[in-house]
């Protein structure tokens, strides 16, 4: 049409928006997880929706202009139908994936926002450095169980996640919902009201609704986004003498959405797990739970305890990391984004979400995650020695990392202090039974002692016994 400045205008736009997807995609180079370190930054999320709107803007108008200036002056009336419906044909090309586009960025920041703190709570926040220098990061892990037939909420589910920021390598620290006596810490308004060495006169998991029946009172931060959970967190941190950095709470009632958005998640079953009101079951064998029976799976304690609910919690955590991939998160985006907002509480900065992300992609992929249960027969819950539990945690945490020391010499070629049989994981060998010791196979294990049972270790999957951390690889069928 000789428009030859236009039309050149268009041209430039049009490759160098080529371009920036090809740049984009060079840059990228199919990394996902890269992908969801910038999805989950607000001002990447609220760049990307201003782009596309302004490109399908831009774009549409090109496309009715070039219509206007093209179109035959004496065009008969089904030409110039024909021509219109080609032109909103081709508008809606542009417009349906701008619009899911700015969508999708609108969801990540609104589920962003609404979940994770805006700040850093003081700290200041190094990209490079996130961690601050410190060598693993603490998170404690709340299952809240809240129903309608009875007021308040129960932390039956907690377990502390001490995560080595260098290896990806976890030790989690399951702690039973039934330990009595819980010591505050000193100085707080619980302490006061509830002194030692008795303690707490509740459970536990009542010390969040404790909290929260009076928050101005008991609260160790009344301004903090959830001064209940803020609380539990440093009660725990006390307990267990490590350092809670942050939390993160799901609703066990919600937490059977979050499964049905990534489509279930496959468990193998050894031994059949009743729940239900109904007389369900969850067979043995291998299947693929929905949310429901995922959320029984951990919550059943049919012909079990707690203590091996709590191993089948400590396996869900881990099949879910397995499980769920960046494919199978952004393939079902929308309702992930939404039961999240509906089930999740947490007080990680929105700043540090992409390095958790680094983080999350390091422990599913390299890290070693290993179970310590401070339950029965190593921990007397009606009685805690809570130097002796500070002990064990420290020694776990310390195991954990004396095991990446030696594998990291190992694989260097320093392997002088290990012995030639060593493990590749840097275990040594149990050492050969000597024939004088046939009087030990007469002694009970811990196990016995403690049930009074023949057999000499739990047959529930799970259920964890002894002082030292034991992998979720050996513990999880």
């Given at each position: 049409m000789r428009r030859r400045i236009a039309g050149w205008t268009v041209l430039i736009l049009y490759l160098a928006l080529v371009a920036a997807g090809v740049a984009a995609f060079v840059l990228l180079q199919g990394d996902i997880t890269r992908s969801a370190q910038l999805a989950v930054q607000g001002r990447w999320l609220l760049t990307a929706a201003a782009a596309a709107f302004a490109v399908a803007v831009l774009w549409m108008t090109v496309i009715v202009h070039s219509w206007v200036i093209t179109r035959p002056p004496d065009a008969r009336w089904f030409a110039r139908f024909g021509g219109a419906a080609v032109v909103l044909v081709l508008c809606a090309v542009i417009a349906l994936p701008a619009g899911a586009v700015m969508r999708t960025a609108h969801t990540a920041h609104d589920t962003v926002s609404s979940v994770f703190e805006p700040g850093t709570d003081g700290e200041e926040h190094d990209a490079a450095d996130p961690w601050n220098g410190a060598d693993r990061v603490n998170v404690l892990l709340i299952g809240a169980d809240a129903a309608e037939e009875r007021p308040g909420t129960r932390t039956d589910s907690m377990m502390a996640a001490s995560i080595d920021v260098e290896h990806g390598d976890v030790v989690l620290i399951g702690l039973p919902r039934n330990l009595e006596n819980v010591p505050f810490p000193e100085g707080s308004a619980l302490a006061e009201a509830y002194p030692e060495p008795f303690g707490f006169d509740q459970l536990l998991n009542d010390v969040y609704q404790t909290v929260a029946d009076d928050t101005e009172q008991f609260a160790l931060d009344p301004e903090a986004s959830n001064p209940s959970a803020d609380t539990l967190k440093k009660v725990i941190g006390n307990v267990t003498d490590l350092e809670m950095d942050y939390y993160a709470m799901v609703d066990m009632q919600g937490f059977k959405d979050l499964i049905d958005a990534i489509?279930?998640?496959e468990v193998h079953i050894d031994e059949p797990i009743p729940y239900g009101q109904e007389g369900k079951v969850l067979e043995a064998g291998d299947h693929v739970l929905d949310g429901n029976e995922a959320l029984w799976y951990g919550r059943s304690r049919t012909n079990s305890d707690d203590y091996t609910r709590m191993g089948r919690q400590g396996c869900l955590i881990k099949y879910v990391a397995e499980q769920a991939e960046p494919t199978?998160?952004?393939?079902?985006?929308?309702?992930?984004s939404g039961a999240t907002k509906r089930t999740l509480q947490s007080d990680l900065p929105q700043e540090k979400l992409p390095a958790f992300i680094d983080l999350a992609e390091m422990v599913t992929k390299k890290g070693d995650m290993r179970t310590l249960q401070l339950s029965p027969p190593q921990v007397e819950t009606a009685d805690p020695d809570w130097d002796e539990i500070r002990t064990l945690v420290s020694e776990a945490v310390r195991e954990q990392?004396?095991?990446?020391?030696?594998?990291?010499?190992s694989a260097s070629g320093n392997d002088e202090d290990l012995s030639p049989e060593a493990t590749p994981n840097g275990e040594e060998p149990s050492p050969p039974q000597e024939e004088d010791e046939e009087s030990e196979e007469d002694e009970d294990t811990e196990w016995q002692e403690y049930t009074g049972l023949d057999d000499p270790s739990?047959?529930?999957?799970?259920?964890?016994v002894g002082d030292e951390p034991t992998s979720l690889e050996n513990l999880c069928p």
């Amino acid at each position: 049409m000789r428009r030859r400045i236009a039309g050149w205008t268009v041209l430039i736009l049009y490759l160098a928006l080529v371009a920036a997807g090809v740049a984009a995609f060079v840059l990228l180079q199919g990394d996902i997880t890269r992908s969801a370190q910038l999805a989950v930054q607000g001002r990447w999320l609220l760049t990307a929706a201003a782009a596309a709107f302004a490109v399908a803007v831009l774009w549409m108008t090109v496309i009715v202009h070039s219509w206007v200036i093209t179109r035959p002056p004496d065009a008969r009336w089904f030409a110039r139908f024909g021509g219109a419906a080609v032109v909103l044909v081709l508008c809606a090309v542009i417009a349906l994936p701008a619009g899911a586009v700015m969508r999708t960025a609108h969801t990540a920041h609104d589920t962003v926002s609404s979940v994770f703190e805006p700040g850093t709570d003081g700290e200041e926040h190094d990209a490079a450095d996130p961690w601050n220098g410190a060598d693993r990061v603490n998170v404690l892990l709340i299952g809240a169980d809240a129903a309608e037939e009875r007021p308040g909420t129960r932390t039956d589910s907690m377990m502390a996640a001490s995560i080595d920021v260098e290896h990806g390598d976890v030790v989690l620290i399951g702690l039973p919902r039934n330990l009595e006596n819980v010591p505050f810490p000193e100085g707080s308004a619980l302490a006061e009201a509830y002194p030692e060495p008795f303690g707490f006169d509740q459970l536990l998991n009542d010390v969040y609704q404790t909290v929260a029946d009076d928050t101005e009172q008991f609260a160790l931060d009344p301004e903090a986004s959830n001064p209940s959970a803020d609380t539990l967190k440093k009660v725990i941190g006390n307990v267990t003498d490590l350092e809670m950095d942050y939390y993160a709470m799901v609703d066990m009632q919600g937490f059977k959405d979050l499964i049905d958005a990534i489509g279930g998640i496959e468990v193998h079953i050894d031994e059949p797990i009743p729940y239900g009101q109904e007389g369900k079951v969850l067979e043995a064998g291998d299947h693929v739970l929905d949310g429901n029976e995922a959320l029984w799976y951990g919550r059943s304690r049919t012909n079990s305890d707690d203590y091996t609910r709590m191993g089948r919690q400590g396996c869900l955590i881990k099949y879910v990391a397995e499980q769920a991939e960046p494919t199978r998160v952004l393939s079902s985006f929308q309702e992930l984004s939404g039961a999240t907002k509906r089930t999740l509480q947490s007080d990680l900065p929105q700043e540090k979400l992409p390095a958790f992300i680094d983080l999350a992609e390091m422990v599913t992929k390299k890290g070693d995650m290993r179970t310590l249960q401070l339950s029965p027969p190593q921990v007397e819950t009606a009685d805690p020695d809570w130097d002796e539990i500070r002990t064990l945690v420290s020694e776990a945490v310390r195991e954990q990392e004396d095991r990446q020391e030696e594998q990291e010499s190992s694989a260097s070629g320093n392997d002088e202090d290990l012995s030639p049989e060593a493990t590749p994981n840097g275990e040594e060998p149990s050492p050969p039974q000597e024939e004088d010791e046939e009087s030990e196979e007469d002694e009970d294990t811990e196990w016995q002692e403690y049930t009074g049972l023949d057999d000499p270790s739990p047959t529930t999957p799970g259920r964890q016994v002894g002082d030292e951390p034991t992998s979720l690889e050996n513990l999880c069928p």
